[in-house]
């Protein structure tokens, strides 16, 4: 009689149908973190047309199920201050980011690559063409000053700022999330406060951003920081600062609290004011940064016949040595002297065993001053850019300003044309290639700076509701399906100064928008991103 039931049972279970396809894609048996900072619940997670389907027990099955083996599953990441925007057009796997757990771009600092008109059709073709990751991006409020008054310094005209107000509107009526500055720069550095203020409340109409790398983040740090909640305040727009930092070597431990209280206290009487930050104690920009501005005033062209000249070059040299002036902000004496200043990217063959080395040495070995072999090196790359690495970062304020709660991640990097090769602006920084994965495997799992929840709060739900993303960041149903699962302990930022572009590890699984686009440590080929864009109201 037992062997009669077990029969029937067995039979029974036999002509049992299995239990039907509902799902696009099921993780199973994951420590879900959703996002928001709550700790972990085991749980699984189903994914149908793109969105969150259904987390908990999940009983239907998925055309495509994943053994989570007791990995994260959380968020994707989203890097708040990416440069992609051009290479984008010419590779849209994006590998390198996604190799971070980067599912979401927010590009722009200096702009969209199309004038104002133009970004429609820009972010149609993006789109088209197919990207492996989400794109959003900024206006430079350069785009428009350059259109209308060209590259010199100068005052605007009342129909000079007309214009450019109009620029501005058409911008973000295209789907610009606010308009960028880069005011470290010439001929950026050669906008007014006010004109930005002007600029800024068109904006407002569209609760827009101001994003800016500031006026000065070295020694006039708190000054910067104070223009930019100023631009905030009587703009009526959010304000976003680019890559926070203290980069000025004689006051390490110094200017970074009260960088940081300038913008708590700006937060307490209610300026939306926030920052992003990328994880390492150098710098990288171009050389011309070591020019002084004035000589830039005239537009790049004299600028460039100044620079040849050698009676100009003395008097240059000793504006360098003299530290920062009025509108230029030194970032040779920010790192304490060439001696922490490295060549990165030189664009020339003829420099390229120089590489890595100060510039200090460099000029040792060419018989030059280390200004005169910079400014060499900096014409002889054009119409490049020449790049150098800048030291001049403190990992004690980095973690300082990394605690603050309303502190995001941003690489101040592009995405890699072709993986392993230098990032597509040209600057081979360890940033383009780990710096998501850093906060993970350095600052939360090596150096214990926070939480794994903390850690992945900053990086998903709390810069997709900086920027107003609300169905992304977060694992809830009816969200997007951008979805990573990873182990902590073997996510490893690999980048170095010495190797920057070697690929981060440890994101073996990368769901974007519901498609799997890295499955088991390969890239499958799916371009399921979207260009995001920022809705202005009708007026």
């Known amino acids: 009689m ?44 189903a994914i149908k047309d793109g969105r969150i389907a259904a987390i908990g027990k999940v009983g239907g099955r998925g055309t495509k199920e994943i053994e989570a083996h007791d990995r994260y599953v959380t968020p994707g990441f989203i890097d708040m201050m990416d440069q992609s925007g051009t290479v984008l057009l010419k590779n849209g796997d994006a590998e390198s980011k996604l190799r971070q757990g980067v599912t979401t771009l927010i590009a722009g600092e200096g702009g969209t690559p199309v004038p104002a008109a133009e970004i ?9 063409q197919g990207i492996a990751v989400n794109f959003a991006t900024y206006y430079s409020a350069m785009q428009a000053r ?37 005011l470290i720069y010439s001929p950026h550095t050669f906008q007014s406060t006010g004109d930005l203020i002007e600029l ?25 920081i104070r223009e930019a909640i ?93 530290g920062s002036q009025p509108g230029w902000s030194n970032l040779v004496a ?32 060419l018989g030059k001053d280390p200004a005169d072999a910079a400014w060499d090196i900096l014409l002889e790359a054009l119409p490049n850019r020449a790049y150098g690495l800048y030291f001049m970062m403190d990992d004690k304020d980095i973690e300082t300003a990394l605690r603050q709660p309303w502190v995001s991640i941003g690489s101040d990097a592009a995405a890699s044309e072709t993986m392993g090769v230098v990032d597509g602006i040209g600057l081979p920084h360890p940033r383009a290639y780990g710096n998501a994965a850093r906060l993970i495997s350095e600052f939360v799992e090596k150096r214990k700076q926070m939480t794994l929840e903390e850690g992945v709060r900053k990086m998903t739900s709390w810069p997709a509701q900086r920027m107003g993303l609300s169905d992304r960041g977060l694992l809830r149903e009816g969200m997007r ?33 519901g498609k799997l686009t890295i499955d088991d440590g390969r890239m499958t080929g799916a371009r399921a991103g979207r260009t995001l864009r920022h809705l202005c109201p009708a007026s």
Not at 4 to 24: E, G, K, N
Request: glycine share 10%; with cysteine; hydrophobic share 45%.
């Open 200 to 224: 800024a409340k068109v904006v407002s109409q569209c609760g827009g951003f101001y994003a800016t790398h500031m006026r000065d983040e070295s020694d006039k740090l708190p000054d910067a």
């Open 481 to 513: 399906a951008d979805v990573l699962l990873f182990d902590p302990k073997k996510v490893k930022d690999q980048a170095t100064y010495q190797l920057p572009l070697r690929a981060s590890e440890g994101f073996d699984t990368v769901i974007v928008n």
């Open 2 to 45: 037992k062997k009669l039931a077990i029969l029937a049972a067995l039979l029974l279970t036999a002509a049992a149908p299995p239990p039907a396809v509902q799902y696009d894609i099921v993780i199973r048996n994951g420590r879900v973190l959703d996002g928001a900072g709550n700790p972990w619940v085991r749980a699984d997670v």
């Open 120 to 128: 429609p059709a820009y972010l149609d073709k993006l789109d088209r």
């Open 230 to 322: 100023r631009i905030g305040e009587e703009g009526g727009v959010k304000v976003e600062i680019f890559h926070l930092k203290a980069a000025y070597r004689p006051s390490f431990g110094k200017l970074m609290p009260e960088a940081l209280a300038l913008i708590n206290a700006a937060r307490d009487r209610g300026v939306d004011v926030a920052a992003d930050m990328y994880l390492y104690d150098a710098g990288g920009t171009g050389l011309e940064i070591t020019v002084p501005t004035w000589v830039w005033a005239d537009g790049t062209e004299k600028g460039i016949a100044r620079l040849r000249d050698p009676a100009i070059r003395a008097r240059l040299k000793n504006e360098v040595a003299a």
């Open 146 to 182: 350059e259109k209308v008054m060209g590259d010199g310094a100068g005052t605007p005209t009342p129909a000079q700022m007309a214009a450019m107000r109009s620029e501005v509107e058409t911008a973000m009526r295209a789907g610009a999330f606010g308009i960028s500055t880069a």
């Open 334 to 365: 920010a790192a304490g002297g060439w001696d922490h200043v490295a060549l990165a990217n030189p664009f020339n063959a003829k420099y390229a065993k120089y590489v890595g080395m100060p510039m200090s040495r460099i000029g040792a070995e």
